[in-house]
Structure formats: structure tokens, C-alpha cells
């Protein structure tokens, strides 16, 4: 959801790759893991290997919604899995997943508290999911182009900058600017608002450039648009690139998002899954994580090991939460998915 996907990832990580893992149970010697392309240093999984003597076998998906059924039907069974909050919702509601043993991941403590209260939109009592990477979502905007201060998301309205902005093609994040910026909640399921959001969305239409996902970054970088809606981790990326690009988090709130390492409930080793995320949760490890993927790690040990002055305060990645109108994204049911995808088709479609 929040990941840009890299092919050249799979290549490095081919030798980890369902080495005939299929519909069989995983062996003593191993660990299946699913993740999110390009969302972890291949280095790290090297070291976990030489340490522990432990096969990584790796597999990627690239949306919440292609990995979920694939463990859902049990096909191929995975040890550890790195899910988006309310798809993690939606599997502990479906019985899914394994409650975490606290006691066999230690270095889960070096994640801060904050992090763990935010879990508790989707994990209440925080029994399944361990923090892995986090971010907001905001307006990345070019300097040179804009003149005025940003600070809401209606000036993503503005007809000044007709076809100059960027939407995220993506029926939750597109109708979560809406709603906040009307003040309701992303998690709405209150038809009206919903309307007055997708209203909004329809009229917005004409000033719009282009509904894009990864193309935000490079169209921001290349200078193709004055503004966009853009996840944290990537705007750190771009501004590597293009000086001349800002990134905020608007102040009718927006949505903070969490991937959690989780332990499906039927695993075939538990004990190596266990290890597995421990490894990941060592500040060293989530340092070369960090540094590899630039979305912001939980991991407050690993925060304090940064040596660049300006991303360890950097208000992108690690941003003040309790100064900001947050909010996770809830699993809505299929009722929810229904009528959320029901409105945002209306939007494409005019």
C-alpha cells in the first residue's frame, strides 16, 4: 500500500524466493516470510542466516489485498508476514493469526510506546502485531511553484494550480483527504459524509493532473507538478532528490499508517518466526532497514544509532504524533469495502 515495488529487489532476494515452498509445510531449518517489495535491506537477511544458521525463504507481494487471501486458503504456508493495520484487523477478526509471545522477542522493547498505542486501533490489547515500519500521509509540495503557505488539504482545491496536482489512485487514501478535509472520519461509514466527500473528489476532477501512486515521486522530482499526495517515507526519498520540495502533514489530520510483523496462526515454525522478528527489531538491524527503505522505523533504539543529523530530526520521518489529528485506517467489513468502492468508482467514472 505504502511501498513502491522494485524488480530489481526480486532479483537480489531470487535465492530466498519459494524455493519449493508451494503448499508445503515449512522445515525445522527455515523461515517463510512475506513481505511488501523493496521494504527490507537484503543485507539483513544474510546476517540472520550467518547468526542463527536459519534459510530465510522469501516471498513479496505487492497490495494487502493480493497477500490476504493467499493466506486466508492456506496454499502456501508462511511464518511471518508483514501486513497493513486494518488488513491485520481483518485477519484477527478471521482467526488468522497466532497471538505474539512477548517473552521470545525481547528486542520488541526497543519500539516505542507510542507505537503500540497507535497498534491498539486494529490490535487492541496488542497480542498480534509488532511494529515494523510507520508513516503519515501529507502534501509534498515544490517551492518554486508554490508561493503561499501549505497547510490543508484544500488548497489541493485550489484552481490555481489546475493540472499541476497529483491524486493517490487509491479508494482509501483518495477519500481520506476528502473526509479530513471536511472533518469527518477516514473511517466514516455515515453515507452523507461519504457523499459530501466524493462530491468533493468529482468536483476536484478538473485540477487534476493525474490519479498516480509511485509517479508522485517521480513526477515531483522531474518538476511535472506543483503538488501531491504523497506517503512520508517516499517524500524523504524525493527530497533527497529535488531540494526544492516540502513535505506536511496537514492540519485537519490525515492518516498515520503501521506494517506489523505478524505470525500467522498456522505456521510451521513458530520458534524461527519468533526469532526471525526479534532479529528485525535489534536496533542495528532496524538502523539498516531504515537506511534501506527510508520509511521510518518505530524502533527508538535504532533512532538513537542515526548518525545524520537532519533525518534524525527530520519532522517527516519522525514527526511529533501527539502534535497532529491522527487517525489508522479501520478494516470496515465487506459491507464498508462495498461502499467505499461504490463511491470512489463514481469519482473515476465521471
Known amino acids: 500500500m505504502k511501498k513502491k515495488i522494485v524488480f530489481g529487489l526480486a532479483v537480489v532476494l531470487a535465492a530466498f524466493t519459494l524455493a ?29 542466516e550467518e547468526e542463527t544458521g536459519i534459510k530465510v525463504v522469501y516471498d513479496e507481494f505487492e497490495t494487502n489485498e493480493i497477500m490476504y487471501p493467499k493466506v486466508e ?17 481483518k485477519m484477527i477478526e478471521n482467526d488468522l493469526l497466532a497471538e505474539i509471545n512477548w517473552e521470545n522477542i525481547p ?11 497507535s497498534a491498539k486501533g486494529f490490535d487492541p490489547e496488542n497480542k498480534y502485531a509488532v511494529p515494523y515500519c510507520w508513516g503519515t500521509v501529507g502534501i509534498l509540495y515544490n517551492k518554486t511553484m508554490v508561493d503561499e503557505p501549505v497547510d490543508s488539504w484544500n488548497i489541493l482545491w485550489d484552481e490555481k494550480y489546475a493540472d499541476n496536482i497529483l491524486m493517490q489512485d487509491s479508494v482509501r487514501d483518495a477519500l481520506m483527504v476528502a473526509l479530513r478535509k471536511n472533518g ?3 473511517n466514516t461509514m455515515d453515507e452523507n ?13 478538473p485540477l487534476v493532473q493525474a490519479y498516480v501512486v509511485d509517479q508522485v515521486r517521480d513526477k515531483m522530482i522531474g518538476n511535472e507538478a506543483a503538488m501531491g499526495v504523497i506517503y512520508s517515507g517516499e517524500a524523504i526519498f524525493t527530497q533527497r532528490e529535488n531540494p ?30 519468533e526469532k526471525f522478528i526479534d532479529f528485525m527489531c535489534r536496533p542495528d538491524i532496524a538502523l539498516k532497514n531504515f537506511e534501506y527503505i527510508t520509511y521510518s522505523t518505530p524502533n527508538e533504539a535504532a533512532q538513537k544509532l542515526i548518525e545524520d543529523e537532519d533525518i534524525k530530526n527530520s519532522k517527516i520521518a519522525f514527526p511529533d504524533l501527539s ?27 465521471k
Do not use: H
Request: aromatic letters at 14%.
Open 20 to 48: 519449493g515452498c508451494g503448499s508445503q509445510a515449512g522445515k525445522n531449518g527455515e523461515v517463510v516470510v512475506y513481505n511488501w517489495g523493496e521494504y527490507i535491506d537484503p543485507d539483513t537477511i544474510d546476517m540472520f
Open 73 to 89: 486458503s492456506g496454499a502456501t504456508v508462511y511464518d511471518v508476514i508483514c501486513p497493513s493495520d486494518y488488513m491485520i484487523e
Open 107 to 117: 528486542n520488541s522493547s526497543n519500539i516505542g510506546k507510542q507505537y503500540y498505542e
Open 184 to 186: 469527518y472520519s477516514m
Open 193 to 205: 459524509e461519504l457523499r459530501k466527500a466524493t462530491d468533493d473528489l468529482i468536483a476536484q476532477k
Open 244 to 273: 526544492d520540495l516540502e513535505y506536511v502533514i496537514p492540519k485537519e489530520g490525515t492518516n498515520v499508517w503501521l506494517d506489523c510483523w505478524v505470525i500467522p496462526k498456522n505456521a510451521a515454525n513458530m520458534e524461527n518466526a
Open 323 to 349: 502534535q497532529y489529528q491522527l487517525e489508522t485506517y479501520s478494516y470496515l467489513g465487506t459491507e464498508g469495502d462495498d461502499l467505499y468502492n461504490s463511491f470512489w468508482e463514481e469519482v473515476k467514472s
